[in-house]
């Protein structure tokens, strides 16, 4: 069936990066794009940003620009989010969600990937 | 972009009817009609219940619907069930190729 499957939990030390992966499945990879959304423990959802799978366009909140790049690789139907200089306040779960958007309509986020653990401590 | 604003927590009996709400600014609920909806139950991912504000995606129980207005949107759930309780977020396009989260609402079904 159509799903995102997500790369497994990290532990970093403050001031590293950590890169993400996102492997999509029984769809066509670039004909949706991907968005990241990263959630903190009993906190909200949060989002980071979004990527074009096809052109590798890219679009991030203010928030995390600078400091997170999402990339992809077509050939493997893969999306990638690193995060660098990463600090305590990183710590959270990561989740890749598709997502389609014409002019007229957008289906936001319909397929989730299962979540990666980061977690940021000295 | 500042979060959207949602209550922290609403309950309601099996069988009865209850709305979420999600006030934002005209710079993104009311500015556009690119309103989702997600349901999370502990330790998941997210699902989505609604996009652009009243649809449906497919699988998803017609108790749930989708409305909007001015710079408010709104999730109602007609006939809770024991299995609705969750915690529920809404999001909206916030121009320029961003969107942003409203803080959540936990559903308690009493």
């Known amino acids: 069936q159509v799903q995102l499957v997500q790369s497994g939990a990290e532990v970093k030390k403050p001031g590293a990066s950590v890169k993400v992966s996102c492997k999509a499945s029984?769809?066509?990879?670039?004909?949706?794009?991907i968005n990241w959304v990263r959630q903190a423990t009993g906190q909200g959802l949060e989002w980071m940003g979004w990527?074009?799978?096809?052109?590798?366009?890219?679009g991030y909140a203010q928030k995390f620009q600078g400091r997170v790049t999402m990339t992809r690789n077509t050939s493997i139907s893969t999306a990638y989010m690193e995060v660098s200089s990463l600090r305590s306040e990183d710590t959270a779960v990561y989740y890749c969600?598709?997502?389609?958007?014409?002019?007229?309509?957008?289906?936001?986020?319909?397929?989730w990937g299962n979540g990666t653990t980061v977690i940021v401590s000295s | 972009q500042s979060a959207l604003t949602q209550p922290a927590s609403v309950s309601g009996s099996p069988g009865q009817s209850i709305t979420i709400s999600c006030t934002g600014t005209?710079?993104?609920?009311?500015?556009?009609?690119?309103v989702s909806w997600y349901q999370q139950h502990p330790g998941k991912a997210p699902k989505l219940m609604i996009y652009?504000?009243?649809k449906r995606p497919s699988g998803v129980s017609n108790r749930f619907s989708g409305s909007k207005s001015g710079n408010t949107a709104s999730l109602t759930i007609s006939g809770v069930q024991a299995e609705d309780e969750a915690d529920y977020y809404c999001?909206?396009?916030?121009?320029?190729?961003?969107?942003?989260f409203g803080g959540g609402t936990q559903l308690t079904v009493l």
């Open positions: 969600a598709r997502a389609y958007c014409t002019s007229t309509s957008c289906l936001f986020m319909d397929v």
């Open positions: 029984e769809y066509s990879f670039t004909s949706y794009d």
């Open positions: 990527m074009n799978s096809n052109s590798g366009n890219t």
């Open positions: 005209s710079s993104d609920v009311g500015g556009y009609n690119y």
């Open positions: 652009d504000v009243t």
């Open positions: 999001c909206s396009y916030a121009g320029s190729s961003s969107w942003v």
